[in-house]
């Protein structure tokens, strides 16, 4: 299997663009529908997980599978998706852990505090309606509120993560190589700021999800990006989910 050295570079150009194509496309089709739903109090969130299901996962890796068949003839993630090196067993669990550690430090810790600053002085200006909300569970009705948790479990938990982290850590950040240390810093700040639907939270996203892009450079293992993301992502859909639970009227 090749490694990163004989990976072919992307421009900086083509990078970024590469970067922030799936999300301009979500942007495109998020934005009216935003304004539908804000005008008949269906959750922001709704058309959130909606449009990962059909529009960021299809396209991150509906392109990484075309690249495939580009290649080879065939619909193929081999000599497209790299950084899949094995590591010892043990590494998984202790970078692991301390990477996961450290993200929830991060997001308990100072998140919240810092994504409400840079609302509040930077991104004053981005409208409500575009800002994700979840709404009320009894106001949201059996069927947006099932749809709602089932979809943020499949996507937002499992197959969203797994996704971005073989399109961004094993497509990506191979062909930013020639930038060296610096090539984990820079995916990482593009890979924040593609997320449109938060811009508020990108500083708390670098710092929270730097030493696991790091680790994931420095092993070229793939994998324990998607061990972390994935369990983060659901551990997180399931605090959220057991507290609607809580707060739903019996």
């Given at each position: 299997m090749n490694n990163d050295v004989d990976t072919e570079?992307?421009?900086l150009l083509k990078s970024i663009l590469l970067h922030f194509m799936p999300a301009i496309i979500w942007l495109?089709?998020?934005i009216p529908l935003a304004r539908i739903s804000s005008r008949t109090n269906?959750?922001?969130?709704?058309?959130?997980?909606?449009?990962v299901a059909v529009v960021l996962v299809p396209t991150e890796l509906g392109y990484l599978y075309s690249l495939g068949k580009r290649r080879s003839g065939r619909f193929t993630l081999e000599g497209i998706v790299f950084f899949r090196e094995s590591i010892p067993w043990w590494q998984y669990v202790v970078f692991g852990l301390i990477i996961a550690i450290w993200i929830v430090l991060v997001f308990?810790?100072?998140g919240e505090q810092l994504a409400k600053l840079f609302k509040a002085h930077i991104f004053f200006w981005v409208p409500d309606w575009f800002l994700l909300?979840?709404?009320?569970?009894?106001?949201?009705?059996p069927f947006v509120e099932t749809t709602m948790w089932v979809f943020g479990l499949i996507f937002i938990g499992l197959i969203g993560p797994l996704t971005e982290e073989l399109y961004f850590r094993g497509y990506l950040l191979p062909r930013l190589s020639r930038f060296r240390i610096w090539a984990p810093l820079l995916n990482v700040v593009l890979f924040s700021a593609y997320h449109f639907?938060?811009?508020h939270y990108c500083v708390v996203t670098v710092i929270a999800m730097l030493p696991l892009v790091y680790c994931v450079w420095w092993k070229k293992n793939i994998y324990l990006g998607v061990g972390v993301h994935c369990f983060l992502n659901t551990l997180g859909w399931l605090i959220e989910f057991i507290q609607r639970l809580g707060s739903s009227p019996n």
């Open positions: 570079q992307h421009s495109i089709c998020y269906i959750p922001t969130m709704f058309v959130m997980y909606l449009l308990f810790g100072i909300n979840r709404g009320v569970p009894e106001q949201n009705g639907w938060q811009p």
